[in-house]
Structure formats: C-alpha cells, structure tokens
C-alpha cells in the first residue's frame, strides 16, 4: 500500500505540473507601487541577512536560478506571491539564498526563513510588506512553474536535441540559458559541457518532480499554507524509508514570527519548544540535504557524527533566530482608515475584561499568556495557553495525522516509533553533532517534542497583519472569526496578491461557488471548507442551549452582539496587545 501511494502521488504531481489549472492559473499581476516597509527593528545590513542568508536548503544550482531569470520568471515571481527585493544583485525575490560549502559541489539556490515569514498585499494601490508576517506566496504553483521551465529547456525530440549539443548549436531557450551559466562559471562552451548541461537539467527536473509527490494531497494547499509536520516528516521519514511517504494533507497557514522567542512551545499544535530544532524541522521541510552521505551498496556509517551529517547550517540558523527574535510587529498603516479610539477602548474591556463596569474577560483568558516568573534572559518567558481539541472543536486532521503516525526507524537501528518519538530523537541528534545543546541561549530549552490534542492560543500580536484565521486558513478575517459558523464563508477566492480589508480586518474576498476562471486574478486558489482539513467550526460564539456554559464541542459562549464584535476588531488594530507582552515591541506605536 505506501509504495502504490507513492506511486499515485507521484503522477498526481506530474498531472498538476504538466497540465492546466483553470482556477489556479498564472495569468499576469497589475503593476504596483513600491512596496511600503513598515516598522520591523532590524537595520538595513541586518535586514538583507534576514532576507538572504542561506540555513542549508538546496533547490537547484543557483547560477541556473539567475539564468533563468528574465521578464517571465519575475512576473512568475510575483503571480505566486513572492516578494520582490529590488536591492538583490542577482534580482532574486525575499526569501531566496545561495547555499555553498565543501560537500556541495555547485552553490545551490535555496529558500531561507523569510520566504515564508514575509507578506505583502495591497489597499487601494498601496502595497504594504510586513516583515516577520506570514507569507502568501503559493509555493506549490511556484515549484510547478519552475519545473515548467525547466522542461522547455529540454525539446521533446531529445535525439535531436542532444545532436545539437554535439555540433555546439543548442536551440532556443537552452541556448541562451547554457551561455549564461558557463560563463558564470568560467566553462568554455563545447560539446561536453553543453551536453553535461542537459543531463543534469534532466536529472533536477526529475528530481523536483520527485519530491513534489511528497508534497501533494488531494486538495492542493494554496496561498500562504504549508503542512509543516507533514512535508517536513516526509522529507525526514521517506530518508529512512520511502515506505514512510504519508499524504502531506493537512495544510496550515503559516505562522507570524513576532515574540515567538518568548513562547515556551511553538507551532500551532504547541509540540515543540527548543527553536533550533523547530527551525532544523523546517529547513530539512524545504529541501535542506539530510542523512546525504548514503550511497547505494555504501554501508551505513556508525558513527553519529557521519549518520546525522546534513547539509543545516546551524551556525546560520542561530543568526537567523537572533534576528527573528528582534523583529517588530508592524503598527496600523497610515494608509488605512485611522483606528476609532473610542471604539478601541470599549473593545479593550470586551477583551480583558473590566470588573468595574461588570463586563465579562471574552479574550484574554486565552489569548493573553502569563507571564513566567523568575525567567532567565534566555528561557521562554510566556507561558501558551494551549486548548483542547474537545474545547476548541476546530480542525483535526492537522493533529490526527501527527499524532497517528508511525515510522520505520530501522536505518537509525529504533525500529518502529511514533512520529513524535523520531522528529525528537532525530532533531537532538542533529543539535548534538552540530554542539547546539549546550550553548547559553539554549541551555534553557530543551528539545521535547509532543503531540496532543490540543492547538494554541495565540498572542492577538499584530492580529491584523495574520489573515486568514484559524490554524488552517478557513475564515478570511476577523468580523467572520467572531461570528456565528452560519455567518462564515463556506467557500471563498484566495490569491497571493490580496486586497486588504481594514473593516472586516482580513482580506476582500468573493465567494467562489461557481466561480469562472479570472484573468484579473491570479493564481487564484478556490477554499472550500468541507474539505478535509479545511472545516471552519470551532472558536464560536453562538446561541446555543446552555451557551452561558459551554466551552466545549468549539461553542466558547453566545453569540456576540455585532457592536462588541467591531469593538473587539477596533481593539485589535492597536499595538496594546504587543507592548504589554514583547520587549521588542516598543517600535509598534498607534499612528495618530
């Protein structure tokens, strides 16, 4: 059975590669204004570290990647959401990073941490970037249109195509792109490196292609959602065995970064708490190299330093955690509506509560953490509320398909464990040989992993900049989260270039039944929310028997009145929330 799935995702990602999407398609994007930056509390050298400095992930040769780069690879670029650096050199978008080092012979192109920790979207022809804020790019579309290009340097009639390469007269567009990588390479243009060329275009292609089949579900994730446990599993779990390929299924939006440093568990099941083995998890779920010294008919070393050699670089990923660590989350943009301080105020005592004026805590149980006392400079110093699935009643799949695996560990001689057990046990190892266990700013946090029932409670820390809402993206902005399921979209459009809503606090949105295909918008990715992984129940307040009490099965209290509803959103449009929990927050002020 695993290996016929393996199979059945594999020419499902071939299908999506090669063959057109009509509600998803890459049409071209309308031209924008240079993006505003707001306030993020790096300086502009440390900024560009943030943007490119690579954490070990391979992609392809970058020399290719430049190559390749031309008017239609940059409005790919744009039209699956990545956001351009108009300072880069080599005019690549945030995100992108050159990986070298001895065990890689050719500098490879590879995503870093603001890839996907990095968003832009528009209001009224303003484009806002936000750093540190999740990123809307559609990865999957991006990786299907670079195969495709890839796949146009090679013709189909390969007998003749490889003549061509032997007489030194390759057709349009290898041509071209051949030219330009030798000579960044200082390669004379012959028949054999020409040829050489060709066949490891073909081999990366193949191997892209490959590793898209880990990735694909029955549904497609869309813009700004990436199963985190699930793909980086994949890549980790199919290393020791192919047989381990599980569906990577459960797709959820990508999380803001500002004072995560000071959570003492992390990603949206709350199952993990030392940041070096998160980030290691995440590096390793976008391709970095692991357990890439095994060949076949090689024996597998003994030696742990050998086994758990990877191509992570944990030197690069504590800088990165240093400067994730320090940004800012973004203050309401002069450029949208002005926040009604009034209103705000009487959403301030909906939120924590006022005994006062007898009105009722509706927020900030949950989503306002304690603070831990006698914290080190080093340790976490919030303490998550995390809540139970029974009390939350959003989406499982995401938890239950963690919680549920199993995985073959006989290569590392452990049998078969849970999922939970391996990703500890194979993240540790990785700290160990690396010597990132014993260092200061780790020491008090050790690598434990878990998996329960149970999702996060996030901190509303700049919860304006993070649509859409929930663990898994159903519900595209505040006004809906706040309202009844029987007032929530069942199925709307999303793209990686959104409109801004500063009303509803989300994005402007449309629904999609029945929706025809769009030249105006996209990469348009349709969300259906009766699709597994994709429910919108849970985190209500409804009218329900015994409301006053419930706290179960998702029912958190009755409805809201729609007054206190925009209260609460006025609220949540202030920097309050984040100067009261996040040192680094004292850059977030409320524009006048």
């Not at 990602?13 to 993020?40: G, K």
């Not at 061509?164 to 007269?169: A, F, H, N, R, V």
């Not at 597998?300 to 944990?314: A, G, L, Q, T």
């Not at 609460?568 to 929330?577: F, G, S, V």
């Amino acid at each position: 059975m695993p290996i016929r799935l393996h199979r059945a995702l594999l020419l499902t990602a071939l299908f999506l590669i090669f063959s057109p999407v009509h509600c998803r398609a890459i049409d071209p994007v309308p031209s924008q204004n240079p993006a505003t930056p707001l306030n993020h509390g790096l300086s502009d050298l440390e900024l560009q570290q943030w943007y490119h400095l690579s954490a070990g992930t391979q992609l392809i040769p970058y020399d290719w990647l430049v190559a390749l780069v031309d008017d239609s690879l940059t409005k790919i670029f744009a039209v699956t959401g990545l956001v351009a650096d108009p300072g880069h050199s080599d005019k690549l978008p945030v995100g992108f990073a050159k990986t070298e080092g001895p065990n890689i012979p050719v500098p490879q192109a590879g995503f870093t941490c603001s890839f996907c920790h990095t968003t832009q979207f528009s209001y009224k022809g303003h484009a806002i970037k936000i750093d540190g804020g999740p990123s809307l790019q559609y990865n999957s579309r991006f990786l299907s249109a670079l195969i495709q290009r890839l796949g146009m340097l090679l013709p189909p009639d390969q007998h003749a195509f490889f003549k061509s390469l032997k007489e030194q007269t390759p057709p349009e567009p290898f041509k071209t792109f051949a030219t330009r990588v030798l000579a960044s390479r200082g390669e004379v243009v012959t028949a054999y490196t020409l040829t050489k060329l060709a066949q490891d275009v073909r081999m990366y292609t193949q191997g892209l292609i490959s590793r898209s089949g880990r990735d694909l579900s029955p549904e497609q994730w869309g813009p700004g959602r990436f199963d985190a446990l699930g793909r980086g599993g994949n890549m980790v779990f199919t290393a020791l065995n192919p047989d381990n390929l599980r569906p990577a299924n459960a797709p959820v939006s990508i999380p803001p970064l500002w004072g995560v440093w000071e959570y003492d568990w992390v990603q949206w099941a709350g199952s993990i708490q030392h940041p070096l083995a998160r980030n290691i998890g995440q590096v390793i779920g976008v391709n970095a190299g692991l357990f890439n010294w095994v060949q076949p008919g090689v024996d597998i070393p003994s030696e742990k330093d050998k086994v758990f050699r990877s191509s992570v670089d944990i030197e690069s990923l504590k800088t990165l955690e240093n400067l994730a660590r320090r940004l800012s989350p973004p203050q309401w943009p002069s450029v949208f509506p002005p926040i009604n301080r009034e209103l705000a105020a009487r959403g301030k005592d909906l939120y924590h509560g006022n005994k006062a004026k007898g009105i009722q805590n509706l927020c900030a149980h949950c989503h306002v953490p304690a603070k831990i006392s006698n914290a080190s400079d080093n340790a976490p110093s919030l303490q998550i509320t995390m809540v139970p699935l029974q009390e939350i009643g959003t989406d499982s799949l995401y938890l239950e398909n963690f919680s549920r695996r199993t995985v073959d560990t006989s290569f590392l001689g452990r049998g078969r464990i849970s999922a939970r057990e391996a990703s500890e046990y194979v993240t540790t190892e990785l700290l160990a040989v690396n010597n990132a266990s014993n260092e200061p700013e780790y020491q008090d946090r050790p690598n434990i992993w878990r998996d329960k029932a149970q999702y996060i409670a996030r901190p509303h820390v700049a919860v304006w900049a993070t649509a859409p809402y929930l663990h898994n993206g159903s519900i595209p902005n505040l006004y809906e989260l706040l309202s009844p399921i029987r007032e929530r979209s069942t199925c709307f459009a999303l793209n990686p270039n959104m409109e801004f809503d500063p009303v509803k606090v989300g994005f402007v949105t449309e629904d999609c039944t029945g929706l025809p295909p769009s030249p105006t918008q996209p990469a348009r990715f349709e969300f259906k929310t009766m699709l597994p992984g994709n429910s919108n129940r849970g985190h209500e307040f409804a009218d329900t028997t015994d409301c006053d009490n419930a706290r179960s099965n998702g029912i958190l209290g009755c409805a809201l009145p729609v007054d206190d509803r925009w209260a609460i959103i006025e609220y949540l449009k202030t920097c309050d929330i984040a100067r009261q929990l996040l040192p680094m927050a004292l850059a977030c002020r409320d524009p006048d």
